[in-house]
């Protein structure tokens, strides 16, 4: 593809995307790097008005678009696709001055979000129906798969490119069109996204992107009857009041909610492999990550040994700004996120833990927090029960299997759950029995565009990725062929 490529300042978006235009808005708000405190940009403050026109947008575009052969839809999601990585450097760059990650992890991230676009313009063409045998002869029964229609996608700041090209790639795939609100400290890797997708040839209307206040956007997108779908990614409270407000209109919900992984040590397990797991879980995004390792669980045996080589491993972090490439941790997303962090860590320390590593703020001040280890954590505490969703790791110890399931299943969260073992029957046992969509077993890293992810419990439902991802943005119509042949 011989396209000239964007620059940064190209892709800084300072408008929202609506029906194909670039809207400036009347108020505005500002980008904020977590790093520094610089304004990296300024974008659009739109509400109900400017989201009711998207809408109606996304419904006349896809009369259109879901009309398209599947395979001249596949074929501009590929060219997105392509866009996407040929852009990749000047993607992470936005993505980490808005949001805070390592460079390298914001590469990362562009290439996962892209995998996404790539996977699905693939699954495009594979929407599969199905014939029934009918128990009659003079009957035949044929089910049909035809896109939901006008989708609206709410979406965090923490995988600001992958959350959204998730929810975007596969719903284009199946023939929906969407109205996006991405977060308000991360819109801009949205909106780059969607400048990209223009770029690629995706029609006006097809992909709309709106930022501004959440209550208002939000209030349209769950009471306006031409959604037919919400797509969310975010805090279980939030999820929990949209599958409310979307009651009225009867509209179909996926949900991605909070996690509270456990990540289970067995005495057998490999050390070295689960520490480097649990730094891949653990600390990844500076812990801001719904499947991260929330309770971390060391049976008796290996418990020293565990501890004392995550303790080494965390303290050679380096906490900075990720446009440096020597850091590993960027900062916390805002003072919020810090003070939740502190307050899981007073709690622990109030009722008997000890730090293992790290424990303050760090001394860079800002969001920037020390990477942390907590020794001696039991389930009262408030660590073990809530999503902490920043870098500190809590050790619990347990005595044997059905002690530590018991544990790691008495949650409300359901989303994903680790354990390290060389056990092979124990594999099946443990993974069948723990409560959770995804398991990783020897493994911290478990997410691939290939594979369905999704959570259960108070985690949400609905499956993002694999072909079961096509499934969250088409319904199931079943034709009745009736009298085949009148004369006999
Ligand atoms: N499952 C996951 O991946 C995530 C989990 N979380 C969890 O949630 C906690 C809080 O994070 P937070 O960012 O506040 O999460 P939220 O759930 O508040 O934010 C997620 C998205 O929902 C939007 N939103 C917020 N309120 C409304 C509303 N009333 N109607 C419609 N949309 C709304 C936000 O918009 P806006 O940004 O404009 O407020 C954002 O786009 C974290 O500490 C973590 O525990 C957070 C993010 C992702
Ligand atoms: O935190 C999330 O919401 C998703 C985690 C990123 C991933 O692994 O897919």
């Not at 109606?56 to 896809?62: L, N, P, Q, R, S």
């Amino acid at each position: 593809m011989s396209t000239t490529l964007l620059t940064h300042d190209e892709l800084l978006a300072t408008r929202c995307y609506i029906d194909g235009q670039w809207i400036a808005g009347i108020q505005h708000f500002d980008v904020i790097n977590p790093a520094t405190g610089a304004v990296v940009s300024s974008v659009p403050l739109l509400g109900a008005t400017e989201t009711r026109l998207a809408i109606a947008a996304a419904h006349k575009a896809g009369v259109s678009w879901k009309a398209l052969p599947a395979k001249e839809r596949s074929r501009l999601l590929r060219r997105w696709f392509d866009l996407v990585v040929a852009h990749t450097e000047v993607l992470a760059k936005i993505l980490t001055a808005e949001m805070g990650k390592p460079l390298a992890e914001a590469r990362g991230e562009i290439a996962y979000g892209a995998s996404y676009i790539e996977w699905f313009a693939e699954e495009a063409k594979r929407v599969y129906g199905d014939v029934i045998p009918a128990p009659q002869t003079d009957k035949r029964f044929v089910v049909l798969k035809q896109p939901v229609g006008v989708v609206a996608a709410i979406t965090p700041w923490n995988f600001p490119n992958a959350m959204l090209a998730r929810k975007l790639a596969p719903a284009l795939a199946a023939g929906c069109t969407v109205v996006a609100k991405p977060a308000e400290q991360t819109p801009l890797s949205a909106l780059a996204l969607a400048r990209l997708a223009e770029l690629a040839g995706i029609p006006r209307g097809v992909i709309n992107i709106v930022t501004g206040d959440p209550k208002t956007i939000g209030g349209e997108m769950t009471s306006n009857p031409l959604v037919r779908k919400l797509t969310f990614t975010g805090s279980t409270g939030i999820g929990k009041l949209l599958i409310k407000q979307c009651a009225d209109t009867v509209k179909r919900v996926s949900m991605e909610l909070g996690g509270n992984a456990p990540f289970i040590v067995f005495d057998d397990a490999n050390i070295d492999a689960a520490v480097r797991g649990a730094m891949d879980s653990k600390f990844r995004n500076a812990g801001q990550t719904c499947v991260c390792a929330n309770r971390i669980y060391v049976q008796d045996g290996v418990y020293e040994a565990f501890a004392e080589k995550l303790a080494a491993a965390v303290a050679r972090l380096q906490v900075g700004n990720g446009m440096d490439p020597a850091v590993t941790q960027g900062p916390l997303i805002d003072a919020k996120a810090v003070a939740k962090v502190q307050s899981h860590i007073s709690d622990a320390l109030a009722q008997g833990a000890t730090l293992a590593a790290g424990g303050a703020p760090h001394a860079l001040g800002g969001f920037f927090f020390e990477p942390t280890v907590l020794r001696g954590v039991t389930p009262a505490m408030l660590i073990a029960r809530e999503e902490t969703f920043g870098p500190v790791a809590p050790l619990l110890r347990f005595r044997d299997e059905a002690d530590v399931i018991a544990q790691a299943n008495a949650s409300e969260a359901g989303l994903a759950a680790y354990f390290f073992t060389a056990d092979t029957a124990r594999v099946w046992r443990v993974a069948e029995a723990l409560e959770t969509g995804m398991v990783g077993i020897n493994t911290g890293l478990i997410s691939s565009e290939a594979v369905p992810f999704g959570g259960i419990k108070q985690s949400g439902y609905g499956r993002e990725g694999s072909h079961y991802g096509m499934d969250d943005y088409l319904d199931v119509k079943y034709f009745c062929l009736g009298d085949l042949d009148q004369d006999h």
